[in-house]
């Protein structure tokens, strides 16, 4: 078999396991990233995989250089490189996309292990209020966002002070009235 029916048949194989795998992505058929862990684990990485054109015979190019990474120190990032590199070194010549992926998953503990999650960056909401972005800030409460057309609902019944006009609701008087009765009823 060639190079080319080799990479053909193991993309096949890799779309058929990891088809709705929120944790696989292909970004072409010959370039890949995988997340190992949970989004909201600290320990979660995502590794980026390009095939070169004469794999699985010449190893593929595994980086970690996805901004999901950028929480991870530089020294956890090369352990994890070395060792995926000795496992790449013991399955050369063979297909070993999903054997990479599932020795990442098994052993993300002991890669990991010296993982301390940095803090990314300090952002300023407004001047009394300071938020520090890590793993450990809780989310902030979202507030009602109106859409365009409900905004210009609005414009549209308020007249220039902001005030509603009068008889606004005169749908609601007369629905009142007619269950009331007016003057005239005695």
Do not use: C
Not at 67 to 73: D, T, V
Not at 107 to 135: D, F, G, Y
Request: cysteine-free; hydrophobic content about 35%; overall charge negative.
């Amino acid at each position: 078999m060639t190079a080319n029916e080799d990479q053909e048949m193991e993309l096949e194989a890799l779309r058929s396991i990891y088809e709705g795998d929120e944790g696989f992505k292909e970004i072409s058929p010959v370039s890949f990233q995988f997340r190992i862990g949970d989004l909201e684990d600290t320990k979660a990485f995502i590794l980026d995989i390009t095939w070169p054109e004469t794999y699985p015979e010449t190893a593929p190019q595994i980086s970690l250089d996805a901004f999901f990474n950028n929480r991870i120190s530089a020294e956890t990032k090369q352990l994890i490189l070395l060792k995926l590199e000795e496992q790449v070194e013991a399955n050369l010549g063979t297909a070993m996309m999903y054997t990479l992926f599932e020795w990442a998953k098994e052993n993300q503990e002991a890669l990991m292990e010296n993982h301390k999650p940095l803090v990314t960056a300090v952002t300023l909401t407004s001047s009394s209020e300071v938020t520090t972005t890590s793993s450990t800030a809780k989310k902030k409460e979202k507030k009602e966002q109106l859409t365009k057309a409900q905004k210009r609902r609005i414009i549209n019944r308020t007249d220039n002070k902001g005030e509603l006009p009068r008889g606004w609701n005169w749908v609601d008087v007369i629905k009142h009235l007619s269950k009331t009765g007016g003057k005239d009823d005695d």
